[in-house]
C-alpha cells in the first residue's frame, strides 16, 4: 500500500509541474510557472479596478494628481521601451496605463495587472519628490511585469490541489482519520508559511526590478535608500515572520547591493519636482 501512495504522489507532482507555462522574470532572469492564463488574470484585475474606482475618492490636488501622472508614464514609457528591446514585444499589448491620486490617507499604492496604478495621498509627504515616487511606482509596476499575481494564484491553486491530493491518498493508504485531519492541518500551516517567505519573495524582486525600471526612466536609484529610511523612522516597517514584506533593514541592504546594477542604466535628467502637500 505504502509503495501505490509514493507512485500516486510522484504522478501527482509530476502532473502539477507540468501544467501550465514557464517562463522567466524579466530583469532577474528567476523561472516562474504559471497555470492561469494572462487573459484570466487581466480580466479579473479589470473588474476589480473598475469596482474599486466606483468607490474612490479621485485627489482634488491638480499639482499632486499631474506629477503622480508624468512620474508613472515616465516609468511605462522606460517598461515597454525594454520589453520592446528585449524580445518581449507580444507582453506591451497586455498594458493599459493608468495612473490615478486618490484622496486616502494611508502610506500606500498598489498596481493592478495590465497597469492600473493607485498612489494614496497619504504616500507623497513621505516620498517627497518625483525621484522616490518613481521608487514606489518602479516597485508596484514590477509586481505587474513580473507577473507576481498571476504566480501567486497559480501558487494558491497547487495547494489547494495538494491538500486535497493529500487526504484522497492518506484515506487510499488507510491512515488514520485522526492522523489523516493533523496532516492536513501541517499541510496548511506550512502552506501558509511559505506563502508568506514566497510573497516576501516578490515583494524583494520587486525591489529589485522597480530600482532598475526607476533608473531606466531617469530616475536616480540612490534616493532609495532615504526613502526607505523615511519609511522606517515614519513606523511603517513590517518584520513580522508572516509579513508579506521585508523589514525596511533588510530592504536596505539590499537595495545597496543592487544599487551599482541600476546605476549601470541611470541617466540623468534636469525635472525635479516637489510635492505640493495643500490637499
Same mark, same amino acid.
Given at each position: 500500500?505504502?509503495?501505490?501512495?509514493?507512485?500516486?504522489?510522484?504522478?501527482?507532482?509530476?502532473?502539477?509541474?507540468?501544467?501550465?507555462?514557464?517562463?522567466?522574470?524579466?530583469?532577474?532572469?528567476?523561472?516562474?510557472?504559471?497555470?492561469?492564463?494572462?487573459?484570466?488574470?487581466?480580466?479579473?484585475?479589470?473588474?476589480?479596478?473598475?469596482?474599486?474606482?466606483?468607490?474612490?475618492?479621485?485627489?482634488?490636488?491638480?499639482?499632486?494628481?499631474?506629477?503622480?501622472?508624468?512620474?508613472?508614464?515616465?516609468?511605462?514609457?522606460?517598461?515597454?521601451?525594454?520589453?520592446?528591446?528585449?524580445?518581449?514585444?507580444?507582453?506591451?499589448?497586455?498594458?493599459?496605463?493608468?495612473?490615478?491620486?486618490?484622496?486616502?490617507?494611508?502610506?500606500?499604492?498598489?498596481?493592478?495587472?495590465?497597469?492600473?496604478?493607485?498612489?494614496?495621498?497619504?504616500?507623497?509627504?513621505?516620498?517627497?519628490?518625483?525621484?522616490?515616487?518613481?521608487?514606489?511606482?518602479?516597485?508596484?509596476?514590477?509586481?505587474?511585469?513580473?507577473?507576481?499575481?498571476?504566480?501567486?494564484?497559480?501558487?494558491?491553486?497547487?495547494?489547494?490541489?495538494?491538500?486535497?491530493?493529500?487526504?484522497?491518498?492518506?484515506?487510499?493508504?488507510?491512515?488514520?482519520?485522526?492522523?489523516?485531519?493533523?496532516?492536513?492541518?501541517?499541510?496548511?500551516?506550512? =502552506?501558509?508559511?511559505? +506563502? @508568506?517567505?514566497?510573497?516576501?519573495?516578490?515583494? %524583494?524582486? #520587486?525591489?529589485? !526590478?522597480?530600482? $532598475?525600471?526607476?533608473?531606466?526612466?531617469?530616475?536616480?536609484?540612490?534616493?532609495?535608500?532615504?526613502?526607505?529610511?523615511?519609511?522606517?523612522? =515614519?513606523?511603517?516597517? +513590517? @518584520?513580522?515572520?508572516?509579513?508579506?514584506?521585508? %523589514?525596511? #533593514?533588510?530592504? !536596505?541592504?539590499? $537595495?545597496?547591493?543592487?544599487?551599482?546594477?541600476?546605476?549601470?542604466?541611470?541617466?540623468?535628467?534636469?525635472?525635479?519636482?516637489?510635492?505640493?502637500?495643500?490637499?
Amino acid at each position: 500500500m505504502k509503495k501505490v501512495k509514493w507512485i500516486l504522489l510522484l504522478a501527482i507532482a509530476a502532473i502539477m509541474a507540468s501544467c501550465g507555462t514557464t517562463s522567466h522574470v524579466p530583469i532577474t532572469g528567476r523561472k516562474q510557472n504559471l497555470i492561469v492564463s494572462d487573459e484570466q488574470v487581466l480580466s479579473l484585475s479589470n473588474q476589480q479596478y473598475q469596482e474599486y474606482m466606483k468607490s474612490a475618492k479621485v485627489s482634488t490636488n491638480a499639482t499632486n494628481t499631474a506629477m503622480v501622472k508624468q512620474v508613472g508614464q515616465r516609468l511605462a514609457n522606460a517598461v515597454v521601451r525594454y520589453l520592446n528591446a528585449n524580445g518581449l514585444g507580444n507582453e506591451v499589448s497586455q498594458y493599459r496605463w493608468e495612473f490615478n491620486l486618490v484622496q486616502n490617507n494611508q502610506v500606500n499604492a498598489f498596481c493592478m495587472p495590465g497597469g492600473k496604478i493607485v498612489v494614496y495621498e497619504g504616500l507623497l509627504p513621505v516620498t517627497q519628490d518625483e525621484a522616490s515616487l518613481a521608487i514606489v511606482l518602479g516597485h508596484e509596476i514590477a509586481h505587474a511585469v513580473a507577473k507576481h499575481s498571476a504566480e501567486r494564484i497559480s501558487n494558491s491553486y497547487k495547494q489547494q490541489y495538494g491538500m486535497q491530493i493529500l487526504g484522497g491518498i492518506a484515506q487510499a493508504a488507510g491512515v488514520d482519520s485522526g492522523l489523516q485531519q493533523l496532516g492536513t492541518q501541517v499541510l496548511g500551516v506550512g =502552506a501558509q508559511a511559505w +506563502s @508568506s517567505g514566497f510573497s516576501r519573495s516578490q515583494e %524583494s524582486e #520587486a525591489d529589485h !526590478i522597480g530600482l $532598475i525600471f526607476a533608473a531606466m526612466a531617469g530616475y536616480d536609484p540612490q534616493v532609495a535608500l532615504a526613502f526607505w529610511q523615511r519609511m522606517a523612522s =515614519a513606523g511603517n516597517s +513590517s @518584520s513580522s515572520i508572516f509579513s508579506d514584506h521585508p %523589514s525596511d #533593514a533588510k530592504r !536596505i541592504k539590499q $537595495i545597496q547591493g543592487w544599487l551599482p546594477e541600476a546605476l549601470q542604466y541611470y541617466k540623468p535628467t534636469t525635472t525635479t519636482s516637489t510635492t505640493n502637500k495643500k490637499k
